[in-house]
């Protein structure tokens, strides 16, 4: 890609989002505190067709604020090939966690969260708004979904 390459076209973009979605392994997960306090750290996912499924300590400051806040900011890619989703979080024990999620998770990364000792809570990321593009010539339809509802 170079910045003379032709802007994709938004159904082109929301295929390739969606490939990368089953690809990927790692997503940056961006929550922010009741205060406002932002917190972002890298996580394995598992993406089912629907959501993204993450699994933190239930402790730490992302497990809390996704379980309190109920949202997050996850992002894909580097600067030069972006991928946003804002998204509604739903917090789940290791007990409550549907066992099709913890087997999809177990079979992309190779870990289950619920073998180790400390509590570990898995979070489903429904996405609310997707945004895609590579550099300044596709900001302009960047935005792919909106209120839950794909544009393309």
């Known amino acids: 890609m170079t910045i003379t390459d032709p802007p994709r076209t938004p159904e082109q973009r929301r295929r390739e989002v969606l490939e990368r979605l089953e690809r990927e392994t790692d997503v940056w997960v961006a929550t922010a505190d009741a205060e406002g306090a932002p917190c972002m750290v890298a996580l394995w996912f598992v993406w089912d067709g629907e959501a993204v499924w993450v699994s933190t300590r239930a402790t730490n400051p992302t497990g809390r604020n996704l379980r309190e806040q109920g949202r997050a900011r996850l992002a894909l890619g580097d600067t030069r090939d972006v991928v946003l989703i804002d998204g509604a979080a739903e917090a789940f024990t290791a007990r409550e966690v549907p066992d099709a999620a913890v087997e999809a998770f177990l079979a992309k990364t190779g870990w ?41």
């Open 112 to 152: 289950d969260p619920r073998a180790e000792r400390a509590a570990y809570a898995f979070f489903r990321v429904r996405p609310r708004a997707v945004q895609a593009w590579h550099g300044v010539r596709e900001l302009p339809q960047r935005h792919l979904m909106k209120e839950g509802k794909w544009l393309v």
